[in-house]
C-alpha cells in the first residue's frame, strides 16, 4: 500500500482516532486525514478549525497529513493517488454501516477498504459523545489530545454564553 486515507467528520478527533492514524502509518507509505466538508451539517468546531487541530495532533508523525473532501470520497482518492481507505471499527455496531460504505466505494471505483480494531481503550469513544460529556461539564481529558481539550473548553464556554 502507498498512500492510504482516514476520511471523517472529525468534530473533534479524539484519542480513537489518533490510534488509527498511527496504526495506519506504520503500513502505508503516507496517511491522508481527511476531513468531510458538509454544508448540510453544521459542527462544533468549523472546518478550519478541525483541520488546525488535526495539524497539531499529527504533526510528530511524519507520514501524515491533513486535507479536507467534499463530494464522494471515491473521487477525491482518484484525484489524488490514493489507493486505500482505512478505517477504525470500535464494535459490532459500526460494521453494517462500515461494510455497507466499504462494499459501495469498491463498487464505484475498485477503492479498498481496511479496518482496524480500535483500540479497546477507546472502543466506546465518539466525537458526539466527547461533546455531550463535555458540555455537562464531565471531564474528557485522556480521551482527547491537549489540543482539543484546550478548544473544547473555550468553543463550550463560547456557545454556553451567547
Ligand atoms: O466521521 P464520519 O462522519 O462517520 O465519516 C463519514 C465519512 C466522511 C467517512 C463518509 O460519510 C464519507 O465518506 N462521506 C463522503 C461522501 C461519500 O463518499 N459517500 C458515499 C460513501 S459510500
Redesign the pocket.
Known amino acids: 500500500m502507498r498512500t492510504a486515507v482516514c ?4 468534530d473533534p478527533v479524539t484519542n480513537g482516532h489518533l490510534d488509527v492514524f498511527a496504526r495506519a502509518s506504520t503500513m502505508a507509505d503516507e496517511v491522508v486525514v481527511a476531513v ?1 466538508i458538509n454544508h448540510s451539517k453544521a459542527g462544533l468546531f468549523t472546518i478550519e478549525e478541525r483541520i488546525e487541530i488535526l495539524r497539531d495532533v499529527v504533526a510528530p508523525y511524519p507520514n501524515i497529513r491533513v486535507d479536507a473532501f467534499h ?4 473521487d477525491y482518492c482518484r484525484d489524488h493517488g490514493i489507493q486505500a481507505i482505512v478505517k477504525g471499527l470500535r464494535a459490532v455496531s459500526d460494521f453494517d454501516y462500515e461494510l455497507q ?1 466499504a462494499q ?2 469498491y463498487r464505484l471505483a475498485g477503492l479498498e477498504t481496511l479496518f482496524i480494531s480500535t483500540n479497546p481503550l477507546y472502543s466506546y469513544l465518539s466525537s458526539s459523545l466527547i461533546k455531550e460529556v463535555a458540555k455537562f461539564g464531565g471531564d474528557v481529558s485522556g480521551l482527547v489530545p491537549e489540543a482539543v481539550l484546550q478548544r473544547l473548553q473555550a468553543k463550550l464556554s463560547d456557545t454556553m454564553g451567547s
Open positions: 476520511p471523517g467528520s472529525f468531510l463530494g464522494l470520497l471515491v460504505m459501495m466505494n
